[in-house]
């Protein structure tokens, strides 16, 4: 049987995201067919369309997406803790732009009852990288003051979220455009990193999330008080700021987590978490939601479905 995807054969520009027919794949005894009714766009897909999927070691040609939410359509004999029929949502890395996805049990979470399909793609990655950035890496603590950078996209405004949740003062840098949009997610401050250098304005941070690299990482070691933690998604810590401002520095790579899954689930269901959509393309048109995903025009996720 065939599905529709979005595959590549090379990587490279938006281009190369070819909509073809492929082979429907059959679950081992380990894993479950999953019919993905939407998926999100992450850049990292398209840094992996980029060359990264390269240097990850992975071979083409290749489906792009990383996380999604549908039914499982068909299971292997070893799944206990799903049957056919249920909804469901999951963070992979690569196979999500498609009609159906093999995942393991381990990548799978119970769909939030409450959210449509749409919102349930737009959060497992963006939420389990903010929650393993936030608690298994900085160990967040009730009372604590964390500085969230990008706190108008994804992976930020889940970890806003997250940290208040958790009862910590929350600080939220992003473009002034969005700073109605940041203090509604329940952030404590709000800096507009265009018009403000944060460092002017901000000191003695217990952690500083850091979704952006370069200088901003830079400049983030000194707003710290001493062995707090300054946690990466996309920056190597500097040894000789660590050691001259007394701080700790890590730079992450999410992980699937059953257990976070269902946590993140159970937080949507009460209404502790809320996400947003920026817009909605059919599948056969991935390389425009790449486009407005880099262009960023929108803010939200942008969601894909097959
Ligand atoms: N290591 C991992 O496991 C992992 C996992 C997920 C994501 N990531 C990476 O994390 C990054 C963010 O992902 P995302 O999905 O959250 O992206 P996104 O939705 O595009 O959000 C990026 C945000 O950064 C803000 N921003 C840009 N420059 C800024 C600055 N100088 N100071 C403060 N905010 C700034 C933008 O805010 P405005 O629009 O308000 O200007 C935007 O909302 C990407 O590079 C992604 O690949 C890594």
């Given at each position: 049987m065939k599905m529709k995807a979005i595959q590549i054969n090379d990587y490279g520009d938006?281009?190369?995201?070819k909509y073809v027919a492929v082979e429907r794949p059959e679950p081992e005894d380990d894993e479950l067919l999953v019919k993905i009714i939407a998926a999100a766009v992450n850049p990292v897909d398209i840094k992996i369309r980029n060359g990264k999927g390269k240097k990850f070691g992975m071979n083409l040609p290749l489906i792009v997406g990383a996380d999604f939410a549908g039914t499982v359509e068909n299971i292997g004999g070893?799944?206990?803790?799903f049957k056919a029929g249920d909804a469901v949502y999951g963070k992979i890395l690569?196979?999500?732009?498609?009609?159906y996805v093999i995942v393991k049990e381990i990548e799978l979470g119970r769909k939030p009852k409450n959210v449509d399909f749409i919102s349930a793609a737009s959060l497992p990655m963006a939420t389990l990288t903010a929650w393993q950035a936030i608690?298994?890496?900085?160990h967040l603590e009730n009372g604590q003051k964390i500085l969230v950078h990008g706190a108008s996209g994804s992976v930020g405004s889940m970890a806003v979220q997250l940290a208040k949740a958790k009862g910590a003062y929350v600080i939220g840098s992003a473009s002034g455009s969005n700073e109605d949009f940041v203090n509604n997610l329940g952030a404590d401050a709000f800096i507009d990193y265009k018009s403000k250098d944060f460092e002017t304005i901000v000191k003695d941070m217990d952690v500083v999330f850091d979704p952006i690299g370069g200088d901003t990482h830079k400049r983030?070691?000194?707003?710290?008080?001493?062995n707090g933690i300054l946690v990466s998604l996309v920056q190597e810590p500097f040894e000789e700021l660590m050691q001259h401002y007394k701080v700790q520095a890590k730079i992450m790579a999410s992980q699937p987590n059953p257990e976070q899954l269902e946590a993140i689930t159970q937080m949507v269901e009460a209404g502790q978490i809320k996400t947003e959509i920026g817009q909605v393309f059919p599948l056969s048109e991935a390389k425009k939601a790449q486009i407005q995903s880099q262009d960023r025009n929108v803010r939200g996720k942008i969601i894909l479905e097959p």
């Open positions: 938006e281009d190369v995201l070893g799944i206990k803790k690569i196979g999500c732009y498609s009609e608690f298994d890496n900085a983030s070691y000194q707003v710290l008080k001493e």
